[in-house]
Every structure is written in structure tokens, then in C-alpha cells.
T-cell receptor, first 116, second 114 residues
Framework: AQKVTQAQTEISVVEKEDVTLDCVYE???????LFWYKQPPSGELVFLIR??????QNEISGRYSWNFQKSTSSFNFTITASQVVDSAVYFC?????????????FGQGTELSVKP | DSGVTQTPKHLITATGQRVTLRCSPR?????VYWYQQSLDQGLQFLIQ???????AKGNILERFSAQQFPDLHSELNLSSLELGDSALYFC?????????????FGPGTRLTVT
């Protein structure tokens, strides 16, 4: 079975703190893709990053960084020096075993609140 | 702005009714996906179309159906609506039909069934 678990339902931090959002996935496929999406209060889902199962290099984009570890089936997301605009629900998602499709399996989401 | 458009933005209707949600993918994208977001179920994949053909099906009720037209826009039809169908319905699109392509989401249609 394929599953994504985001154990942290809600996280609250003060501006400028670093925060890490955890994501653990399950799949038996050897080729798979992991994604992070952001859902701000306005409601739309914004694509942040895609990572394939063969690339375990960590990625940094500005204040955002992602740590992919196959050994622990985790794909964690860190925001450095958080800002109020980072307040949103963040979803981790998995796509695997879809030979002719690409459906996403989402975690339950982590609601991040950054207070000034 | 993802480039994916959805109409209407909000829809309020009564139980037993039928509604149609519309989605236009990003220019050049051939794949369209529909997802439902509700408080109890989270974000769930419903159905995918690629270049006019159904490609994958998820937890879509028999009362729901979808299609993708030659101009690549898609419609999701929900019939015999129940209170539990109240949710945010997202359409997403991608260039092709495979795990490797990121999906870009529209702003969603918020359906309220009363």
C-alpha cells in the first residue's frame, strides 16, 4: 500500500525561527516521486518541489530546504528564518506505480502558523 | 497563478441536485486530474484524463463522472448530491501522464450542499 504520513498536525513558531515539517512515506515501488505543496489561507495549492527516488541529494531554494532519506523513508521540509507569509498548510505527496498515470497520494497536511 | 482555471469558484446547491464543475488546464498540458478536499477525508484523487481518455480512477463515487473534451478542458459532473459531498474540488494539470510530472492546481471550486 502507498501512504504518506505527516505526523505534525499543527506547528506554531515565532517569526525568524527555523521549522521542520516531517513527511514519512510508504511504497513498494523502487521508482517513485515525492512532492511538497503549500496551501495558503486563500486556498489554492502551490507546487514547491519534486524529488525522484534515485536522487537523494538535498535541495535548497532560498529559505526552503528539503532532506530526502530513503533509509528512513522520509522527505522533510525545513523553512529557515520563517516569515508570517509562510503561514499555510503544507502537504507532502507521493506518486508511484502509476504506469499510465500520475495520481498523487497526499498526507494529511501540517498547518504552520508563523506569528510576528 | 498556476495557469489552471476553474469555474465556478463557489457553488451552493441543495441535496439531490446535479452540478457541473469546469476546468481548463495550463496551455500545453494534456493531463487533467480531479481531487476532492474535505475535512474528514483530506485530499483525495478522483479521476484523471489524458488527451481525452480516462487514464486512472481513484475513490470516485458512481454518482460522479467526468470527461475531457477535444479542446482539453474537463468537466466534473456530480449528481444526486448529498450533504457529504460538500468539499473543495480541485483540478490539476500536467504536461504528460506519468508519476514524474508535477501537477499544477487550479484555485478550486467550493461546493456547499444544503
Amino acid at each position: 500500500a502507498q501512504k504518506v504520513t505527516q505526523a505534525q498536525t499543527e506547528i506554531s513558531v515565532v517569526e525568524k525561527e527555523d521549522v521542520t515539517l516531517d513527511c514519512v512515506y510508504e511504497t513498494r515501488d523502487t521508482t517513485y516521486y515525492l512532492f511538497w505543496y503549500k496551501q495558503p489561507p486563500s486556498g489554492e495549492l502551490v507546487f514547491l518541489i519534486r524529488r525522484n527516488s534515485f536522487d537523494e541529494q538535498n535541495e535548497i531554494s532560498g529559505r526552503y530546504s528539503w532532506n530526502f532519506q530513503k533509509s528512513t523513508s522520509s522527505f522533510n521540509f525545513t523553512i529557515t528564518a520563517s516569515q508570517v507569509v509562510d503561514s499555510a498548510v503544507y502537504f507532502c505527496a507521493l506518486s508511484a506505480g502509476n504506469n499510465q498515470g500520475g495520481k498523487l497520494i497526499f498526507g494529511q497536511g501540517t498547518e504552520l502558523s508563523v506569528k510576528p | 497563478d498556476s495557469g489552471v482555471t476553474q469555474t465556478p469558484k463557489h457553488l451552493i446547491t441543495a441535496t439531490g441536485q446535479r452540478v457541473t464543475l469546469r476546468c481548463s488546464p495550463r496551455s500545453g498540458d494534456l493531463s487533467v486530474y480531479w481531487y476532492q478536499q474535505s475535512l474528514d477525508q483530506g485530499l483525495q484523487f478522483l479521476i484523471q484524463y489524458y488527451n481525452g481518455e480516462e487514464r486512472a480512477k481513484g475513490n470516485i463515487l458512481e454518482r460522479f463522472s467526468a470527461q475531457q473534451f477535444p479542446d482539453l478542458h474537463s468537466e466534473l459532473n456530480l449528481s444526486s448530491l448529498e450533504l457529504g459531498d460538500s468539499a473543495l474540488y480541485f483540478c490539476a494539470s500536467s504536461v504528460a501522464s506519468a508519476d514524474s510530472y508535477e501537477q499544477y492546481f487550479g484555485p478550486g471550486t467550493r461546493l456547499t450542499v444544503t
